[in-house]
T-cell receptor, first 118, second 111 residues
Framework: DTEVTQTPKHLVMGMTNKKSLKCEQHMGHRAMYWYKQKAKKPPELMFVYSYEKLSINESVPSRFSPECPNSSLLNLHLHALQPEDSALYLC?????????????????FGPGTRLTVL | LAKTTQPISMDSYEGQEVNITCSHNNIATNDYITWYQQFPSQGPRFIIQGYKTKVTNEVASLFIPADRKSSTLSLPRVSLSDTAVYYCLVGVRRRTDKLIFGTGTRLQVFP
């Protein structure tokens, strides 16, 4: 199983709503990532988890709150978002933390959640 | 300082070979070069990875010169389904450099 799954596929929310994005992998990977991608732009790194601990936060606003309940799951909790936060949110995983020099650094990406904030 | 430089876009026709070059002058000594493909509204997909010389798999070939300051992704006999954005990622100085996507190359294949 080399698949990363993300739910929901699409999400529409108001600026006062609270919602969560979910990501799951069963490849035994020890690192997981959240990226944000705007239309016609490259993915931008948001958060990195390694062994279920937050390793990197790329100065993301606090209205985005990541959570890693176990080694297979990664959540992104959303609260009080702005319309400019509308984007494709991508989850990825890798065997070890990219750059740690322990493995090939290949990331496996999920299909993404298309988020629209009204 | 840009970590990688790729052409913004390329056009090709079905059946042709496409070569996309990525410049990475400051690549770290021990780091690999990784290429991803992304279709609209989908996550990037790993294509190929290499350290030096040539690597080939069922999808593409990767050519890396001895100085490793650039790499060329070669797609043999492209089809319409190869229309996508192609990204190369390398490590430069910081560990997280390998997580930073550049602008990528938008390949359009015509019939």
């Amino acid at each position: 199983d080399t698949e990363v799954t993300q739910t929901p596929k699409h999400l529409v929310m108001g600026m006062t709503n609270k919602k969560s994005l979910k990501c799951e992998q069963h490849m035994g990977h020890r690192a997981m990532y959240w990226y944000k991608q705007k239309a016609k732009k490259p993915p931008e790194l948001m958060f990195v988890y390694s062994y279920e601990k937050l390793s990197i936060n790329e100065s993301v606003p606090s209205r985005f709150s990541p959570e890693c309940p176990n080694s297979s799951l990664l959540n992104l909790h959303l609260h009080a978002l702005q319309p400019e936060d509308s984007a494709l949110y991508l989850c990825a995983s890798s065997q070890d933390l990219v750059g740690a020099g322990l493995s090939s650094d290949t990331q496996y990406f999920g299909p993404g959640t298309r988020l629209t904030v009204l | 300082l840009a970590k990688t430089t790729q052409p913004i876009s390329m056009d090709s026709y079905e059946g042709q070979e496409v070569n996309i070059t990525c410049s990475h002058n400051n690549i770290a000594t021990n780091d690999y070069i990784t290429w991803y493909q992304q279709f609209p509204s989908q996550g990037p997909r790993f294509i190929i990875q290499g350290y030096k010389t040539k690597v080939t798999n069922e999808v593409a070939s990767l050519f890396i010169p001895a100085d490793r300051k650039s790499s060329t992704l070669s797609l043999p006999r492209v089809s319409l389904s190869d229309t996508a954005v192609y990204y190369c990622l390398v490590g430069v100085r910081r560990r997280t450099d390998k997580l930073i996507f550049g602008t990528g190359t938008r390949l359009q294949v015509f019939p």
